[in-house]
T-cell receptor, first 111, second 114 residues
């Protein structure tokens, strides 16, 4: 069975304290891995897509990396406005492009 | 990126009634998806809606409970039928943008069933 697991479930950081969120996946064939940010009461906001092991993408204080088994979302010197739930999702080879989501990591950055 | 709107943004409904949620996108897209996000949970795919064909439902979701329409390439509706408190969730539509190979999400409809 295809599975996407995110850890930790929740993370509290002080402003400026860098850390990483993990997304591990067990799937029959990975087509793409996606990271989204979701603020309370809003729909997910697209951040990154990764396709192959070794690929990296950056946006402001965020950097996403991908290996054959997992992805990391690194947050460098976070600010309170980075507080949100970060969702990881995958699409599968040969699938009709549906996203399978992990359970998310709720990040709180304290000032 | 595609701009997606949903109506209503929220609603409070009585048990046994039905609610239709609308999803409008500002460009033509082939594939639209409907997701459910139960309180404190992640997103679960309900169905895929393609224009000109019947929606494809995921395991655990049936057409009688969640009928979907897709009359054109910019619009879709999801109806939540014969509602119970267990249907209280956020319902989200998304579109598959082939140009960027990305799914974009609408703002969601927060449904509370009393």
């Amino acid at each position: 069975e295809d599975q996407v697991t995110q850890s930790p479930e929740a993370l509290r950081l002080q402003e400026g304290e860098s850390s990483s969120l993990n997304c591990s996946y067990t799937v029959s064939g990975l087509r793409g891995l996606f990271w989204y940010r979701q603020d309370p009461g809003k729909g997910p906001e697209f951040l990154f897509t990764l396709y192959s092991a070794g690929e990296e993408k950056e946006k402001e204080r965020l950097k996403a990396t991908l290996t054959k088994k997992e992805s990391f979302l690194h947050i460098t010197a976070p600010k309170p406005e980075d507080s949100a739930t970060y969702l990881c999702a995958v699409t599968l080879s040969g699938s009709a492009r549906q996203l399978t989501f992990g359970s998310g990591t709720q990040l709180t950055v304290l000032p | 990126s595609a701009v997606i709107s949903q109506k209503p943004s929220r609603d409070i409904c009585q048990r046994g009634t039905s609610l239709t949620i609308q999803c409008q996108v500002d460009s033509q897209v082939t594939m639209m998806f409907w997701y459910r996000q139960q309180p404190g949970q992640s997103l679960t795919l309900i169905a895929t809606a393609n224009q000109g064909s019947e929606a494809t439902y995921e395991s655990g979701f049936v057409i009688d409970k969640f009928p979907i329409s897709r009359p054109n390439l910019t619009f879709s509706t999801l109806t939540v039928s014969n509602m119970s408190p267990e249907d209280s969730s956020i319902y989200l539509c998304s579109v598959d943008d082939r140009n960027t190979d990305t799914q974009y999400f609408g703002p969601g409809t927060r449904l509370t069933v009393l």
